[in-house]
């Protein structure tokens, strides 16, 4: 049986925060991470989106001329099935739900709808501002869009139902990027930084940080254009946790541990 890496770090750093005494009470968790396994991934993969699901990676891929969505197999990296998307758009996250994978772009405020078996376009949808990253909990899409807020919406009709912002110690956390739902919280990447924000959805508090520096080491970045960290997928079945960048050569599967 494999451990719940985040729920046994949750409680050995609650266990320090009670220690340390009231001043600390509530502060974010921190976290550093452990390299479980490193994969093969496309490095002309600009990653704006990332999940898991019945055994593949399903991403989306950004730059205008170049944004697709793909799925992916885990241990070659290659795509199985690619859909480019319209060269007029910049593709950005994505989500699936039911039979249908949801994709975002940037600056068009148009979303697309594809039929999760065929990769075939069967709808789209708009959306005021810009479109960042998407995933969901069992009743609702959850939306970024480079600002401290998360959208709620509608998963059928693709209609915002609300949104929350997310806060560290009173000051709104900005440039919310790739999302990831897990056991209950949003995990999110912070753009431009190496650091994913553990976010409370009920309230938008952020309750962990996950620094990741380091994680792409020196011989993959030797004479390649990499660019940030961003993506992140969760196989809930084997409790495995995934990150990657953009342009990456590499995916990692990690688990996390505590920074005390």
């Known amino acids: 049986m494999r451990s719940d890496p985040l729920k046994n770090l949750v409680l050995a750093a609650l266990l320090a925060v009670c220690t340390a005494g009231p001043a600390w009470a509530g502060a974010p968790l921190r976290y550093g991470y452990e390299v479980v396994k490193a994969y093969p991934h496309d490095p002309g993969a ?62 068009g405020e148009m979303g697309f709808i594809f039929d999760l078996g065929s990769f075939e376009r069967i709808g789209e949808f708009s959306y005021p501002g810009e479109g960042w990253a998407l995933t969901r909990d069992e009743t ?11 959208r709620f919406l509608d998963p059928d009709t693709l209609k915002e139902t609300g949104r929350i912002q997310v806060m560290d110690d009173g000051r709104p956390v900005d440039n919310l990027n790739e999302l990831e739902w897990v056991k209950g919280e949003v995990l999110a990447n912070i753009w431009q930084t190496d650091r994913i924000a553990r976010i409370d959805p009920a309230t938008g508090r952020v309750t962990g940080w996950i620094d990741l520096a380091g994680l792409l080491g020196e011989a993959d970045r030797a004479g390649r254009q990499v660019d940030v960290l961003n993506g992140i997928a969760y196989d809930p079945a084997a409790d495995r946790l995934f990150v990657t960048g953009k342009l990456w050569p590499r995916l990692f599967e990690i688990k996390l541990t505590p920074k005390l």
């Open 46 to 107: 600009f990653t704006q989106g990332l999940l898991w699901r019945d055994g593949f990676l399903y991403e989306s891929t950004g730059l205008h001329g170049r944004s697709s969505v793909r799925k992916v197999t885990l241990e070659t990296g290659v795509p199985e099935q690619e859909r480019l998307i319209d060269s007029r758009y910049f593709g950005e996250g994505i989500v699936d739900w039911k039979d249908r994978l949801i994709s975002l772009t940037w600056q």
């Open 140 to 150: 609702r899409i959850i939306m970024s869009d480079g600002t401290a807020f998360l």
